[in-house]
């Protein structure tokens, strides 16, 4: 190869033509690009910048030629694995292209198209989305509609990279109409955006979107998808918008019960032979509404509605459910296979009218029980179907008893599927039997086998979301179940790589005073790291609070805690390390086991208590001590997050109460500034008898649970004889008269006859525990890393248990006998919103000061129940923040309030507009 040396007046020192130098480069640019379009990316970027190299001494730097191999260059160096190089060389490509050839050349445009790509590509989708829009709006200025339409395509991808899929709903919904209104329905572009606005509404739920304001959106698609003729999936839109409503306002709002009142419409109009069936679901949804609106039974409405939704159900009788012929024998096989295991879910394609798609979900598992996996994680299992081009329409399950069960009824209603139950009769012979369900009750459906329709177009292949699935090595499923979600996304761009010697996996939590980490030290073991949020490490007062309580958690030590195990609290994000615990909280087993005998609560006692010992000899009083906050192991219970609840206390300086109300003490209803540890030793009396009568001894209801601390009344009936003296001290509302832990181990590790136990019986004897419990804790040990976890970052955020709130609105009756697995984080929201509902109807002379009291109740309630982030908890919080407007330090919290609950709601929420304008209306009348 001959060397080119620099030109001279145009002509290369090698003595070669202009044209034969040009020639050559072309020459390796096409050998070049074969590389890399064979797959040998790397090596296309080796001889590309050798090629520019070339070029650069001749025909020069400025030579069209040369910069456009410096745009190969660049693209395939993003290729190669390289994204942030190719965004420095398309940047650099960018700038000469707009100096020598005008920020309007073709060849510069696409540079600034490239340098968009690639900064999406290198994890910067919202700058993506930000110079695709700058490009967008100056070539719709210019006229260039095709081109603005494609801008806004590739604008409407990155919205959805970033996570933002109702922007990128409205970015297609807005390059549709552009698309058929200026080039016609038979248009390439009208095609494309078809196709795109179709993937998108129809895989619902969205991910990061913005409240309020992008809900709007939202209903504006839906109406689109309604009027193209698309009804079951317009019926399946409302649905979901009606959830999305019920969680910004509220499970009785006008929004939301608009919603449902269109899904119901949409789903009458279906001319499918399933459509009745959907309606009837659809319109119970609606009156279940009102009910809890306070408009039930003998309202005129109420009772037309009832009227025409017993008319459809009586139509939805002769309900036929169709199956492809191929659909129905892989159904066979499956059955066959596992004959008492087997279960999944029939799906039929898009725009089909019958079942064509079978999804196993579990072949061989010892536990055939699909209703114990959460409706969140079944939701993400039909997510993936959908993702597929499928719509989920029935459960299959295999069984010789072909009759569903309460649980399944419960769990096909709340998901809007059929249940069709299948059984083995040998030589590829099976018997079916398919259900529709309503109101708890199992109503038959034919089920029909037909002949295949012909093949349609393929799905259009789904976007990818994010970027890899983390799945650590202890991450294994339960038998066969790998279709429900077992591990998260790994850390994002904004996680640290670690904290100190531990690497950061994920980010599994996030509460009021900071964030929590699933991480992983050297030799492979798995701690929990809780941060401290950077405006509160700002704050001098409370970082050095911060470094108190974690020094004193670091001296706890005890078989029965969690300690701290290592800590930086002065560095720029303080932190706090604890070793990961594969356990279930004692709620989990409450939940599952009911009220537990004597001796296991006496064991299990007997171990809190010594804990709370070693505990409070450091200086700490956990002050959040329920069934949530500790784990129980084979060899005894482990009491967790212990010094959390006087950190959050010092992040959240107006509010006085610490705890959750229901195993609070008086002393902490009643806010005192100060706490002793008399105050966990009545916590822990609250929980022996939750554990022993298997429910909560002081009522349901939030206010009548303060009201019976305060007042010491506990219900005890039925509590063991031998667990009645030492559960009575402990309630005592004198916390002077309350035993000292040491005390209550003592008495529930005495023998039968009174007489205490040896030292070495009572420190190392593990707790009698029934199988159940023990069947739960083994679940524990064979369930992922990030599942598990959860129960050890644990805070404030636990799941429902029955200790919650549980009221009806006034037409509806008590949930007591709801059993534990029916029981959901949804149905959490929706009875503590019944009670809100029914305290606000109330109204009365209350004062503002008891009406702000009773208020930060319903608010610290739906913290512990919902998380910090749910949208009733932010209404609540709002609410009580603006009833605390008694000055311009209240105003100015209020206003901090408020700025936070838009970020969650959107600026167009209800409650943050009317909040604000209250505000303005405030600092007006302020002096000055």
């Known amino acids: 190869m001959r060397w080119i040396g620099k030109r001279r007046n145009g002509t290369p020192e090698s003595g070669e033509s202009a044209a034969e130098v040009v020639a050559r480069l072309r020459e390796g640019s096409a050998s070049a690009e074969q590389d890399g379009r064979q797959g040998r990316p790397g090596k296309a970027v080796k001889r590309y910048r050798e090629l520019v190299v070339r070029a650069t001494a001749a025909p020069g730097p400025d030579d069209p030629d040369t910069l456009a191999l410096r745009h190969q260059l660049a693209h395939w160096t993003g290729e190669s694995g390289d994204p942030e190089g190719a965004v420095q060389l398309f940047a650099q490509l960018l700038s000469d292209r707009e100096r020598l050839q005008g920020p309007r050349h073709q060849d510069t445009g696409l540079a600034r198209h490239q340098l968009a790509h690639w900064h999406g590509r290198a994890g910067r989708a919202e700058e993506a989305v930000l110079r695709y829009e700058e490009m967008h709006r100056s070539a719709e200025q210019e006229g260039r509609t095709e081109a603005a339409l494609n801008l806004l395509c590739d604008m409407g991808h990155w919205q959805q990279q970033a996570g933002d899929n109702a922007a990128a709903l409205r970015t297609f919904t807005r390059m549709l109409k552009t698309a ?16 795109r606005y179709a993937e998108l509404a129809g895989g619902l739920p969205f991910g990061h979107e913005r409240g309020h304001d992008s809900l709007e959106g939202l209903v504006a698609a839906v109406a689109e998808i309604e009027r193209s003729g698309d009804l079951r999936r317009a019926t399946r839109m409302y649905g979901q918008i009606a959830e999305k409503c019920e969680e910004l306002y509220g499970a009785g709002s006008d929004r939301t019960l608009g919603a449902l009142v269109s899904q119901a419409k949409v789903a009458m109009q279906t001319d499918d032979p399933e459509g009745l069936a959907e309606a009837v679901v659809c319109f119970g949804k609606v009156l279940a509404c009102m009910e809890l609106r306070g408009e039930g039974p003998g309202s005129p409405e109420y009772d037309t509605l009832s ?7 009586r139509a939805a009788g002769t309900t036929e459910l169709h199956i492809g012929d191929t659909a129905g024998t892989l159904l066979a096989r499956q059955v066959e296979a596992a004959p008492a295991t087997a279960f999944g879910l029939l799906a039929r394609e898009a725009r089909a009218r019958h079942i064509a798609q079978v999804f196993p979900v579990s072949g061989d598992t010892d536990d055939t029980r699909p209703h114990r996996v959460s409706v969140a994680q079944w939701r993400t299992v039909i997510q993936h ?5 499928c719509e989920a329409r029935a459960f299959y399950f295999a069984r010789a008893d072909r009759r569903p069960i309460p649980e399944e009824i419960a769990l096909c209603e709340r998901l809007g599927l059929l249940g069709v139950y299948v059984s083995s009769e040998g030589a590829g012979n099976v018997n079916v039997q398919a259900y529709s369900f309503r109101d708890g009750t199992a109503h038959s459906v034919s089920l029909v086998v037909v002949d295949d329709e012909p093949a349609g177009p393929e799905p259009a292949p789904a976007r990818a979301q994010g970027g890899p699935t983390d799945v650590h090595a202890e991450a294994e499923a339960l038998g066969e179940w790998r279709q429900v979600a077992r591990a998260t996304s790994a850390r994002t761009m904004e996680d640290p790589a670690a904290f100190g010697p531990y690497e950061v996996l994920e980010r599994v939590g996030e509460g009021g005073f900071g964030r929590v980490y699933l991480c992983q030290d050297p030799d492979g073991v798995m701690v929990a790291v809780k941060t401290l949020h950077a405006e509160y490490a700002a704050d001098s007062s409370i970082r050095d609070g911060f470094t108190h309580e974690v020094q004193a958690a670091r001296r706890v030590s005890g078989r029965f805690t969690v300690p701290v195990i290592a800590a930086d609290t002065s560095g720029e994000t303080p932190w ?3 070793p990961f615990v594969a356990a279930p909280s004692l709620q989990e087993v409450a939940e599952r086991c009911g009220a537990l005998d004597t001796a296991t609560v006496r064991g299990i006692g007997a171990g809190i208590a010594s804990a709370l010992s070693a505990i409070h000899a450091e200086g700490i009083v956990h002050l959040d001590l329920k069934p949530a906050n500790v784990l129980l192991t084979e060899d005894g219970p482990r009491v967790i997050d212990f010094g959390i609840a006087q950190i959050e206390r010092l992040t959240e300086p107006r509010s006085g109460f610490a705890g959750t109300y229901a195993y609070a003490s008086p002393e902490q209803i009643r806010e005192h500034q100060q706490f002793t540890p008399a105050s966990d030793v009545f916590s822990l009396g609250t929980l022996l008898a939750r554990l022993a009568l298997g429910r909560l001894p002081w009522g349901r209801k939030v206010l009548a649970v303060m009201s019976n601390i305060c007042d010491g009344t506990p219900d005890l009936e039925g509590l063991p004889a031998e667990l009645e003296q030492v559960v009575r001290s402990c309630l005592q509302t004198d916390p002077a008269r309350r035993p000292t832990p040491a005390e209550v181990a003592a008495a529930l590790a005495a023998g039968p006859a009174g007489a205490p136990l040896g030292p070495e019986a009572e420190r190392c004897a593990p707790p009698p525990l029934p199988a159940e419990a023990t069947t739960l804790i083994r679940e524990h040990a064979a369930l992922p890393a990030t599942r598990r976890f959860e129960t050890l970052v644990h805070t404030r955020l636990e799941g429902l248990d029955d200790t919650t709130v549980a009221a009806r609105p006034a037409t509806g009756g008590d949930t007591s006998d709801t059993p534990p697995e029916a029981r959901t984080p949804d ?24 009406v702000r009291r009773e208020c930060g109740a319903f608010a610290a309630e739906a913290r512990s129940r919902l998380g910090e982030d749910h949208p009733l908890a932010l209404r609540l919080k709002v609410s009580h923040a603006m009833l605390g407007c008694d000055g311009t330090s209240g105003t100015a919290y209020a206003e901090r309030v408020v700025d936070e609950a838009a970020v969650r709601l959107g600026d167009g929420h209800p409650t943050v507009r009317d909040a604000r304008s209250l505000l303005a209306a405030l600092r007006s009348a302020q002096p000055g």
């Not at 149905?827 to 503002?848: C, F, I, M, P, Y």
């Open 307 to 313: 009227q025409q939704r017993d008319g459809l159900a």
């Open 576 to 578: 706090m390390a604890v």
């Open 180 to 195: 058929e209104g200026e080039l016609g329905s038979q248009h390439r572009l009208t095609g494309i955006a078809r196709q």
């Open 827 to 850: 149905t959490a929201a929706r009875d503590l919103e019944a009670q809100v509902l029914a305290w606000e109807r109330e109204g009365g002379s209350k004062s503002t000061d008891q």
């Open 385 to 389: 179907v959908a993702d597929q081009g």
